[in-house]
Antibody
Framework: EVQLVESGGGLVQPGGSLRVSCAAS????????VTWVRQAPGKGLEWVSA????????YYADSVKGRFTISRDNSKNTLYLQMNSLRVEDTAVYYC??????????????WGQGTMVTVSS | EIVLTQSPGTLSLSPGERATLSCRAS???????LAWYQQKPGQAPRLLIY???SRATGIPDRFSGSGSGTDFTLTISRLEPEDFAVYYC?????????FGQGTKVEIK
């Protein structure tokens, strides 16, 4: 069964840092691009960042560029999102998701259950 | 950035009725790289439709997608109780990937 499981969320003060992780199983992790999508409480979905299967290419939303870093360890089948200089507006459930196919132009077919990140003093 | 605008914001219907959801893009979505997702409270989104009209694995045929260019539609032919949820469209033709703001389908 294809599965993604996020972890590492929690409460952090504004200006602080946090790293969330996403453990993948049931598929050849290194063959697929993966992504982070977030959802603020009561709001819609916002794409945050993506990384190619090899990890060579990374992409960021303007709202997080320069503050967040996406990475992956294909030997551990794990995706990471390092979040620095956190702001109150970064408060959200963070979902990881995988590309449906191996083309860069594809939808996200599998999602994790999400991990909550709360930025508050 | 491609902005997606969904309408209506809320759709109030009864089980068995037909639901028609709209997604309009601010510029042409090339090769119909448009997807639809369903999200229920407390759950992750689920892929329903990709390529504007192809159903994802395991999605019932009461869900159908259509459209091209800048105008796309998700149709649920006969609403089942489990279909009451929020639906998002998403374009994956360009970066950044963008989502619409969502349409809530609620029980009338």
């Amino acid at each position: 069964e294809v599965q993604l499981v996020e972890s590492g969320g929690g409460l952090v003060q504004p200006g602080g840092s946090l790293r969330v992780s996403c453990a993948a199983s049931g598929f050849t992790f290194s063959s697929y691009a993966v992504t982070w999508v977030r959802q603020a409480p009561g709001k819609g979905l916002e794409w945050v960042s993506a990384i190619s299967g090899s990890g060579d290419s990374t992409y960021y939303a303007d709202s997080v560029k320069g503050r967040f870093t996406i990475s992956r360890d294909n030997s551990k089948n794990t995706l990471y999102l390092q979040m620095n200089s956190l702001r109150v507006e970064d408060t959200a459930v963070y979902y990881c998701a995988k590309w449906q196919g191996k083309s860069w132009f594809d939808a996200f077919d599998t999602w994790g259950q999400g991990t909550m990140v709360t930025v508050s003093s | 950035e491609i902005v997606l605008t969904q309408s209506p914001g809320t759709l109030s219907l009864s089980p068995g009725e037909r639901a028609t959801l709209s997604c309009r893009a601010s510029q042409t979505v090339s090769t119909s790289y448009l997807a639809w997702y369903q999200q229920k409270p407390g759950q992750a989104p689920r892929l329903l439709i990709y390529g504007a009209s192809s159903r994802a694995t395991g999605i019932p045929d009461r869900f159908s997608g259509s459209g091209s260019g800048t105008d796309f539609t998700l149709t649920i032919s006969r609403l089942e109780p489990e279909d009451f949820a929020v639906y998002y469209c998403q374009q994956y033709a360009a970066s950044p990937r963008t989502f619409g703001q969502g349409t809530k389908v609620e029980i009338k």
